[in-house]
Antibody, heavy 121, light 107 residues
Framework: EVQLVESGGGLVQPGRSLRLSCAAS????????MHWVRQAPGKGLEWVSG????????GYADSVKGRFTISRDNAKNSLYLQMNSLRPEDTALYYC??????????????WGQGTLVTVSS | SYELTQPLSVSVALGQTARITCGGN??????VHWYQQKPGQAPVLVIY???NRPSGIPERFSGSNSGNTATLTISRAQAGDESDYYC??????????FGGGTKLTVL
């Protein structure tokens, strides 16, 4: 069974940093692209970032470009999101999701249960 | 940037057919994917590449895509279908785009 388990969320002050992790199991991690998607409280889904199987291709939403960095460690079956210069509008539930293929151009299946990030003073 | 437009809400009588639309410029030229999200849960893929169902998704769920509108159709709607539904595409300029989501109510 494919499992994605996010961790690293919490309460952080504006301007500070946080690193999210996603532990993957049940599939050959380095065969697939991965994504981060967030959902602010009571709002819709917003794609944050995607990374290809070998980290050779990476994309970011304009809202996080220059502040967030996606990475992966295929040896550890793990995906990461380094979030710097956090803003209150970054407050959201952050989901890790598996792409259909090795490039980050497709659909997401499955999704993890998410980790909550709250940016507030 | 590319945008997807969904109705905020759709209502359907129990056992009837619900149609949720997703509008976008020439969306018919793109692959559209649909997700179901129940309260407090992570999204679940219900349709990929316009009209394909993942394993485990009931045949009552179907999709179509043409021109400027993609449609998710739920036949014989059940109480358990009450959820938020999101469409999604990949665009070369905006990368991954989600629609704003539609809340389906089964009456």
């Amino acid at each position: 069974e494919v499992q994605l388990v996010e961790s690293g969320g919490g309460l952080v002050q504006p301007g500070r940093s946080l690193r999210l992790s996603c532990a993957a199991s049940g599939f050959t991690f380095d065969d697939y692209a991965m994504h981060w998607v967030r959902q602010a409280p009571g709002k819709g889904l917003e794609w944050v970032s995607g990374i290809s199987w070998n980290s050779g291709s990476i994309g970011y939403a304009d809202s996080v470009k220059g502040r967030f960095t996606i990475s992966r460690d295929n040896a550890k079956n793990s995906l990461y999101l380094q979030m710097n210069s956090l803003r209150p509008e970054d407050t959201a539930l952050y989901y890790c999701a598996k792409d259909y293929s090795s490039s980050w151009l497709n659909w997401f299946d499955p999704w993890g249960q998410g980790t909550l990030v709250t940016v507030s003073s | 940037s590319y945008e997807l437009t969904q109705p905020l809400s759709v209502s359907v009588a129990l056992g009837q057919t619900a149609r949720i639309t997703c509008g976008g410029n020439n969306i018919g030229r793109k692959n559209v994917h649909w997700y179901q999200q129940k309260p407090g849960q992570a999204p679940v893929l219900v349709i990929y590449r316009d009209s394909n169902r993942p394993s485990g998704i009931p045949e009552r769920f179907s999709g179509s895509n043409s021109g400027n509108t993609a449609t998710l159709t739920i036949s014989r709607a059940q109480a358990g279908d009450e959820s938020d539904y999101y469409c999604q595409v990949w665009d070369s300029s905006t990368h991954v785009v989600f629609g704003g989501g539609t809340k389906l109510t089964v009456l």
